[in-house]
């Protein structure tokens, strides 16, 4: 049985790269189903496709899958990211049935109006000094094909808690902590008067709902690491989902704290 949101926001999704958990993705999206799905960039990695051409069926039954949902009545809005910026170019255009949006404002249920973007715009790294942005995803891809190997070990053992290599040396390293809350920052403190109660992104591989001096910052996170996703009820709350495949385990989730009353 799926579950029913008013929206649901899901990002770097890394389709097209080695790093896509595609079974996990498509098993979201199969017990999953929304009025309104937003695409928080970084779909398609085409940083990893100029690399090396990887595309197996799963990732095309990926898109499929989404396209489907567009023509059954879902409203998907793409808001591309810096690995799928060439798509940036086609701002409100239409391709099968989903828009193409450099932002969007999204209203909930309860009135509240949020940015939603990829973030890289707020990242000075990846504005500023691409080549170290590209550099550190060098390093981010090598984290993510060791922790393949080691899932699948894990696997084997009969292990089954999750476990991400990147995410545990990501919060090992001092300065990497310093730069998600740098970036987390900067995005509020750019955005907070501009008549919003909030902004909705990724980017980063961290998945947030938090409240920085009454602005609400939500990170939709990724469907690399954690694979996590951001939904609206019904009600207008938000909701922060970790994602775990139905078919091996339950569905593990963490709520976090419903949309204050920020007006």
Request: one cysteine or more; aromatic letters at 10%.
């Amino acid at each position: 049985m799926n579950t029913p949101y008013r929206t649901i926001w899901i990002s770097d999704l890394h389709i097209g790269s080695t790093q896509c958990q595609a079974d996990t993705l498509l098993d979201f999206l199969k017990h999953n189903d929304s009025e309104k799905l937003y695409l928080v960039g970084d779909i398609i990695d085409f940083w990893a496709l100029s690399k090396k051409m990887y595309w197996p069926r799963d990732h095309n039954t990926i898109i499929q899958k989404i396209l489907r949902k567009a023509r059954h009545g879902t409203q998907i809005i793409y808001v591309p990211g810096n690995h799928d910026e060439n798509v940036r170019d086609y701002d409100d255009y239409v391709f099968g049935d989903i828009i193409v949006k450099k932002s969007d404002i999204h209203t909930t249920k309860l009135g509240k109006r949020f940015l939603v973007v990829h973030g890289d715009e707020y990242d000075t790294i990846a504005q500023h000094h691409q080549w170290m942005a590209r550099l550190g995803s060098v390093g981010y891809d090598w984290l993510i094909e060791i922790n393949r190997v080691l899932r699948m070990v894990r696997r084997l053992l009969g292990i089954q808690s999750h476990f991400s290599l990147a995410a545990f040396v990501k919060f090992k390293v001092k300065n990497v902590v310093q730069f998600i809350s740098h970036y987390e920052e900067s995005i509020v403190r750019t955005l907070k008067n501009e008549g919003l109660d909030g902004v909705i992104c990724g980017h980063i591989h961290h998945a947030e709902i938090k409240d920085i001096e009454g602005f609400l910052y939500v990170n939709t996170g990724d469907f690399v690491e954690s694979c996590t996703a951001i939904v609206e009820h019904h009600d207008g709350s938000l909701e922060l989902l970790k994602w775990r495949k139905q078919e091996t385990e339950l569905l593990t989730h963490q709520m976090e704290p419903v949309l204050p009353d920020i007006g």
